[in-house]
């Protein structure tokens, strides 16, 4: 391999590298694909290694974006990256059998991001769940926002303590967590209950969907409860991070009183 091909930098924030160039990407790829967090690529290229990159990444369900030169630029550190940069976290990620096998609480809580984008309401979930003993944030593999620079700025050092887990299946993670006792809540602006009006003392899995979409249909209908948030202003809505915290500060409110 020539290896103007091949470079690992460290990106400005911590835990995060970035391995750019057609064939240190393709190698990566092929040995370690789980590392990778995320893929950008440039735009209107025809180059048969970058359309190898794309197929196998998708393959593999590991995110792809496309970025203009100046970006992969910046995110590389150098204009030489040949229009691919490959985001790798550091995160020491754990298994749901781990968070099972040893829970923070007698009554564990989880939180579930059904492809969140941002990584700022990422991380910002990640703090708040930290700020209120969570026992794990769960993420699905090859959806929403890589655990990356901004994730890590958002959490605020709480990825430092949180347990984090991916998981290849939401539905087989839900029927599995439900099969063990959690209720599955969610929230919904036209659900008929507030999110007080239920019990958050017994194990529960609080799942947020993504931005926009919100929640997936096999998702809903594997919800024990869906709750919504009283409005009295003039807005519809809350940002999906600010929801979540409303939420996981009624469950630390009921399992402290």
């Known amino acids: 391999m020539d290896k103007k091909d091949q470079a690992i930098i460290p990106a400005p924030e911590p835990r995060e590298q970035v391995v750019y160039g057609r064939n240190a990407v393709i190698e990566l790829l092929q040995t370690k694909p789980e590392s990778i ?3 950008y690529l440039q735009f ?3 180059h048969p290694k970058l359309k190898e990159i ?3 990444a998708r ?10 030169m100046e970006k992969l630029t910046l995110i590389a550190g150098t204009a030489k990256n040949q229009g691919v940069c490959a985001l790798i976290s550091t995160l020491n990620y754990y298994t749901l059998d781990e968070v099972l096998a040893a829970p923070r609480n007698s009554s564990p809580l989880f939180v579930i991001l059904e492809g969140l984008e941002d990584p700022h309401n990422v991380g910002a979930i990640i703090r708040t769940a930290e700020a209120v003993a969570a026992d794990a944030v769960i993420m699905i593999e090859g959806k929403g926002s ?3 620079a901004s994730v890590h700025k958002a959490s605020a050092g709480a990825l430092s303590h949180m347990r984090v887990c991916k998981v290849k299946s939401l539905v087989k993670t839900l029927d599995l967590l439900r099969e063990r006792g959690f209720s599955v809540v969610a929230a919904d602006m036209e659900a008929e209950h507030n999110y007080t009006d239920i019990d958050w003392k017994r194990p529960t899995v609080l799942v947020m969907g993504a931005e926009g979409s ?3 249909s096999e998702t809903r209908k594997r919800c024990d409860r869906i709750v919504r948030i009283p409005m009295a202003g003039c807005v519809e809505s809350l940002n999906v991070s600010v929801a979540a915290g409303v939420m996981l500060y009624e469950a630390m409110r009921q399992r402290l009183g």
């Open 37 to 39: 967090e995320k893929i």
């Open 44 to 46: 209107n290229t025809d």
């Open 54 to 56: 794309v197929i196998t």
């Open 59 to 68: 393959r593999l369900k590991i995110p792809c974006g496309k970025a203009r």
């Open 146 to 148: 890589p655990i990356n």
């Open 214 to 216: 919100g929640l997936g």
